[in-house]
T-cell receptor
């Protein structure tokens, strides 16, 4: 079935180090979205990628969508303690269809 | 805009009792989603509505779960009878047409003892 795999499950970094989480689907996605969930909070929408090969940036965050629209990545440069949380990718297989979430990557940042 | 509003925030109930979770989506959003989050299974889509009509309920675990959306500003998720394995955080989310990012509510933490 439609499934989005995300790795790693956990990532512990020292403040100032970079962080990357990867998302993969066995079938082509219509688009992919990224969310952040702080401990005890709810998922908050970060960005949506639609086009093949698309790259978007939000300050220290860089989002990429693969050429085949089957994989995506989120890279954070020079992590800060405020980046702590779980980052989810979520794929849409049919335009306007349901969002399937990956398992998430929990990021902890040591000051 | 107050965002997506869910109630109650916390619910503790005994096994066998009926539980009703409520959601008010963002005004103007025409898609509404119910998700369940657990450590073991992550974020699971239970059901979603477009223009108040249920489109896909394949994620609803079993007949004990039911959801309704009587109008554009209100939805309920009911569990009857509840079981301990239903303990989870239940999120409601809404979006405009399902093409944009979802806005999640703060969730209802359900504990069934």
């Amino acid at each position: 079935g439609q499934q989005v795999m995300q790795i790693p499950q956990y990532q512990h970094v020292q403040e100032g180090e970079d962080f990357t989480t990867y998302c993969n689907s066995s079938t082509t996605l219509s688009n992919i979205q990224w969310y952040k969930q702080r401990p005890g909070g709810h998922p908050v929408f970060l960005i949506q990628l639609v086009k093949s090969g698309e790259v978007k940036k939000q300050k220290r965050l860089t989002f990429q969508f693969g050429e085949a629209k089957k994989n995506s990545s989120l890279h954070i440069t020079a992590t800060q303690t405020t980046d702590v949380g779980t980052y989810f990718c979520a794929g849409v297989y049919n335009q306007g269809g349901k969002l399937i979430f990956g398992q998430g990557t929990e990021l902890s940042v040591k000051p | 805009d107050a965002g997506v509003i869910q109630s109650p925030r916390h619910e503790v109930t005994e096994m066998g009792q009926e539980v009703t979770l409520r959601c008010k989506p963002i005004s103007g959003h025409n898609s509404l989603f119910w998700y369940r989050q657990t450590m073991m299974r992550g974020l699971e889509l239970l059901i979603y509505f477009n223009n108040n009509v249920p489109i896909d309920d394949s994620g609803m675990p079993e007949d004990r779960f039911s959801a309704k959306m009587p109008n554009a500003s209100f939805s309920t998720l009911k569990i009857q009878p509840s079981e301990p394995r239903d303990s989870a955080v239940y999120f409601c989310a809404s979006s405009l047409g399902g093409y944009d990012g979802y806005t999640f509510g703060s969730g209802t933490r359900l504990t069934v003892v």
